[in-house]
RNA sequence: GUGGGUGUAGCUCAGGUGGUAGAGCACUUGGUUGUGGCCCAAGUGGUCGCGUGUUCAAGUCACGUCACCCACCCCA
């Protein structure tokens, strides 16, 4: 029999990988609840046309990096590549902005993207999602990018960057987009590479992007951004980096940092880390205020952040194995008995540990004990059980004595605090 | 989708010019009729990714194929 095998671009997490994602988890969730997040659990499927109307249907995203398939019914459904989609069809399907003007909602949980896996690059990865819904203050976008930053130092992230950009709105864009255009097909064909003479009709705006030195160099010449933003832009702009400024957040401007999804306008943003090879945005977002209203929704403004999981554990590396506090050895049928019983009371008491039920020798018990770890070995054997007793064994000092059951509580060195 | 790299024991890896497999760590047991870590000894464990070909003979050579990794692209 062939053995069945995990597809491409997933994996299995085990301890202590696993428990490194509840501890960022837990992390984000404390720090959220602080600045008045709610959880918002959605699903990861959903008809594919939402997220076509929302991402936009030239972007690489839609184009060729989702898991679409059909239902039983032939409806075409897709695994979510992101989470602001699905986090705004919710808001909107449930009317949520009928009950409060703000609404700040996260989410948490695995996306999904048809993509050639690399490092910190799998095709389904979890992400921490944190949404603003209902306002346009720049004051919003400075919160937001606080709270991310917070989270971040919270989670012990030192050598991170933070870069800002602002798109325009739909009245300042398209000026921009229009000079961009104009220059590009001023400039010699020749000068850009295959990939930016493609990008030049397709999408100019990724030129700017582009890693070639001579694209570069060319770009250099062309129109700025934040010089064809409108005056409200400008202000908007201008407000979201005085209030970073006075917050003590260092921030860089990158006036290339050109982001994939069509939604987003004014403020966005990427961090990023130098130590995690090729794919080193942590963390990303921006506002999207016209997305609500492309989805069928009320015409209200929203800003988000996503941030990538395996990314940041990639940083922090691994985690120590979880220590326990005690380890039963019995030394006969009958201590197995009572070993389960005496493990069930410390339990009782959040104390963590376990019992060798496989009757092996007390060396390889012992053995055991060592191997996992455990502050103390409890020691079962016929002379402990005529007297109540068990022999207690603390594992670092090497130091034991007998102690009658119910004093165990009390003796019992801890691993953990 | 396009490059490059790597597939040999549970893990990390050795195996000039072809002669059907090794180390370290890990694991099990023992050295102590009931005592861990260090040490010592023995033991378990391999269709050498898979297939085809060349050859008396393939882990080693050729072709194909699959998987994983890294990079491009794109992004969290």
Redesign the pocket.
Known sequence: MDKI?????F?DVFSPRSDSYTLLEAKARDIFFRYGFEELRVPILEKTELFARSIGTE???VQK?MFTFPDRKGRSLTLRP?ATAGVARAYIENKIYSSRDISKLYTIGP?F?Y????????RQ?Q?INAEILGSTAPETDAELLLMLNSFLRDAGFQKLSLELNSLGCPQCRPDFLKAVSDFLSRQDEEALCP?CRR?SRSNPL?VY????NTCREQIKKGPVLTEYLCGDCRDHFQTVKRLLGISGVQYRINPNL????DYYQRTTF??LSEDI?????????GRYDGLLKDLGGPDLPGIGF???M??LLLILGEAPNPQSDFFIAP?SQKAKEIGLLLACQLRAKGLRGDVAFEG?????Q??????QQAAACL?L????LTRSTV?L??????E?SEIRQEDLLTALPLSRQ
């Open positions: 095998k995990k597809i491409k671009g994996s972007t690489d995203i990096e992101e996306m993207r993509e050639r896996p690399q490092k910190g690059r799998q990865f992400q990939d990008r990724r992007d582009c890693k070639i050109v982001r994939g999804l990427e961090v090879g090729a794919q080193s945005a942590v963390a990303g977002g996503a941030c990538g395996e990314r030394l092996k020798s007390l060396k390889s012992l053995r055991q004990a060592n191997k020691i054997g016929e002379e402990e022999l064994k603390d594992l670092s000092s090497g034991q």
